[in-house]
């Protein structure tokens, strides 16, 4: 009996020694929970909500450093989910309904689509307070606006009108870069005589309209350009300035690789890469492809801008268009999240990661590249100059439709020997009109 009430004794300070410590532990997760609790009470989980489509690694990594500096201020970005294959689509479908996302990766002449139509926030207060009109270029500030009101917000800017070059082959041929496309035409046929083509192309149809609309900016000049195909004059259009354009354009037939299959952007710029090609012309994009392969610039890569007049600098730019939102504490997280997209914090880190310049032009440079802070200072110089214009290829001068039926025309006049300059700028007028 002494023995069985020794071991009765031994179970009850068994059980309660495991009762303490159960009770320790259920404190500790209590106190653990707490705090828990009251970091999600100071964090607003999801308040911001953007549509967009920067999901390379670089993108990523920019998205990554601004969702960082929001969650420091309380705030969380979550990424917009579309269903469908038309996004566009989808999101009108979503604002219709009153649940519009924070904010969409809209820019160019499209924000005025949703702004008409009263879907927009006001950002005119913010603009103010942070002076937006002093540190923007004007083209990116009346791009921002509708009615007298800011509507979207510019991050950065890349430069379309850029040729990518082999630095070897530059320097055994002592190639320089061209002032105009008559020196590129010569320079064209230098490279031909020792067996190489100096472009790295590919047949798909917004590829061959980048090198288009470098040609025509380069040799009709910004406010041809402009006329062309931001104010989509029927002169302009289909008059000399085009036709010379077009015929500069089946010019390069002769000097460019061959793609039978219409291939991807950056497997033309590994033409380059790997000496198959002398050059590419294409947006600042194509930088991130040298340096993915483990080039330096200066050795192994070299950047010139395509001929111009005058610096001509045609710009594809990163921009967020803010929707209305009703409930208070997503219009104060709207707010926050746009003051940080526009200050000089937000702009330097997007963009460094991203690849593209700041869209203000007073960001401290320091933390940049050579390519990105001499790209900045010719951003600058060619809005002091009046010649910093929108690329029509790249989403930011024309509507979907025109730059679908503009495609085509180009398209076809690249692959069609029978089809005349004149004709096909007949048909740019056409396409203008529809």
């Given amino acids: ?48 909500e953007v549509l967009h489509w920067w999901l390379s ?43 519009s996302p924070t904010a969409a990766a809209i820019g160019g002449v499209k924000i005025q689509n949703w702004a008409r139509d009263g879907f927009c926030a006001d950002l005119t207060d913010i603009a103010r307070e942070q002076g937006w009109s002093r540190v923007l270029p004007a083209v990116f500030d009346q791009m921002i606006q509708s009615g007298g009101k800011y ?38 046929e230098k490279l031909k005589q020792a067996g190489i083509a100096i472009l790295a192309h590919s047949e798909q149809s917004w590829q061959v309209a980048t090198v288009f609309e470098a040609i025509a900016l380069g040799q009709g000049g910004a406010d041809f350009y402009r006329a062309a195909f931001s104010q989509l004059d029927q002169g302009a259009l289909t008059g000399a300035k085009m036709v010379r354009a077009l015929e500069t354009l089946k ?72 929707f209305q939102q009703t409930d208070p504490l997503r219009i ?6 746009v003051r940080l997209l526009m200050s000089q914090e937000g702009q330097e880190v997007f963009n460094l990661y991203k690849g593209n310049i700041p869209a203000r032009t007073d960001v401290n440079m320091a933390r940049y590249d050579d390519y990105a802070r001499q790209s900045s200072k010719d951003f600058a110089a060619a809005a002091n100059k009046g010649v910093l214009v929108p690329s029509w290829a790249h989403n930011m001068a024309v509507q979907d439709n025109v730059r679908s039926a503009f495609f085509d025309v ?19 007028g056409e396409a203008a009109r529809r």
């Fill in 151 to 188: 509507v979207a917000v510019p991050l950065g800017t890349a430069r379309t009108n850029m040729l990518w070059v082999n630095a070897q082959m530059a320097s055994r041929l002592n190639l320089r870069p061209p002032h105009s496309w008559d020196d590129f035409f010569a320079m064209a």
């Fill in 332 to 337: 104060a997280a709207q707010r926050d999240f």
């Fill in 251 to 322: 010019q390069l037939k002769p000097y460019v690789t061959p793609d039978p299959v219409g291939r991807d952007w950056n497997l033309a710029t590994a033409d380059v890469i790997n000496g198959r090609a002398a050059m590419q012309l294409m947006g600042d994009w194509a930088k991130a492809e040298f340096v993915q392969a483990g080039k330096e610039q200066g050795r192994d890569y070299l950047c010139w801008p395509a001929p111009t007049q005058s610096g001509d600098y045609s710009f594809a730019a990163d921009t967020l268009t803010m």
């Fill in 57 to 99: 690694s670089s993108e990523a990594r920019a998205v990554s450093e601004v969702k960082a500096l929001l969650n420091k201020q309380g705030h969380h970005w979550m990424d917009a989910r579309s269903s469908g294959e038309n996004p566009m689509a989808s999101l009108k479908t979503r604002v219709q309904a009153g649940n």
């Fill in 410 to 428: 180009i398209g076809a006049y690249w692959t069609n020997a029978n089809m005349s300059a004149q004709d096909a700028a007949r048909r740019l």
């Fill in 1 to 48: 009996m002494a023995h069985s009430a020794e071991q009765i004794n031994n179970m009850v300070q068994a059980t309660d020694s495991a009762l303490r410590q159960s009770g320790q532990t259920l404190a500790q997760l209590d106190g653990r929970a707490g705090k828990l609790l009251d970091l999600v009470g100071r964090f607003k989980l999801a308040d911001i």
